[in-house]
């Protein structure tokens, strides 16, 4: 157990929807990371944010938006959605701002069908 | 960009045979991470390498972190069914410190 939390675990919905993804960092993590896994895929770095404030971006869709809150828990919206995006998108959590102080902790993923 | 190439992307071994996955760089990075991903799961952290030249072993597993911190290996020494997974090497960028993570290596054990 990682200690990052993701809900759903399970998501199926239909092209044009909104789906909203859920991230509980590990007690202390002020990082939080989103990354999207498509089917025996690499891992794309979407967007990091760092004490509630975002601090990196990377290839994340304009359809796509992040945030994180005062109790650092994130979530990441998905809109418009087509049947491209279905992944697992992983959330993961770190102390620093940057990794170079340790290491990431994923949590067990949200996999989105759209059907 | 900056970009990780690894290789290969997958590689089929006996159980017993040795498995080599290799990171390379088209910049110098300020550190390296090795992440395992079983089928299934998640990745998980295995190694951070950070000085030039840097060999670190976890039993049956060696890392190496080149002199020009630009490239990377993972060793794994008579494999078993439990090293099953993608294996993903992470570079931290010099300038943005941000990881840039290379396409995984899959190790599959062979019947």
């Known amino acids: 157990d990682s200690g990052v939390t993701q809900t759903p675990k399970h998501l199926i919905t239909a092209t044009g929807q909104r789906v909203t993804l859920r991230c509980s960092p590990r007690?202390?993590?002020?990082?939080v990371y989103w990354y999207q896994q498509s089917l025996d895929q690499g891992l794309q770095f979407l967007i990091q944010?760092?004490?509630?404030?975002?601090?990196a971006k990377g290839n994340i869709l304009e359809r796509f938006s992040a945030q994180q809150f005062p109790d650092l828990h994130s979530e990441l919206n998905l809109s418009s959605l087509e049947l491209g995006d279905s992944a697992l998108y992983f959330c993961?959590?770190?102390?620093?701002?940057?990794?170079?102080?340790?290491?990431?902790?994923f949590g067990e993923g949200s996999r989105l069908t759209v059907l | 960009g900056q970009q990780v190439m690894q290789i290969p992307q997958y590689q089929h071994v006996q159980e017993g045979e040795d498995f080599t996955t290799y990171c390379n760089s088209s910049?110098?990075?300020?550190?390296i991470q090795w992440y395992k991903q079983r089928p299934g799961g998640h990745p998980v952290f295995l190694i951070q390498?950070?000085?030039s030249g840097e060999v670190k072993k976890q039993k049956r597993l060696t890392f190496q972190f080149g002199e020009a911190k630009k490239n990377s290996s993972l060793h794994i020494t008579a494999t078993q069914t439990t090293d099953v997974g993608t294996y993903f090497c992470?570079?931290?960028?010099?300038?943005?410190?941000?990881?840039?993570w290379g396409a995984g290596t899959k190790l599959i054990i062979k019947p």
């Open positions: 007690s202390g993590d002020l990082s």
């Open positions: 944010y760092y004490n509630g404030e975002e601090r």
């Open positions: 993961a959590s770190s102390v620093g701002r940057t990794p170079i102080t340790g290491e990431l902790f």
């Open positions: 992470a570079g931290l960028g010099d300038s943005n410190y941000q990881l840039i």
């Open positions: 910049t110098t990075l300020s550190n």
């Open positions: 390498l950070v000085k």
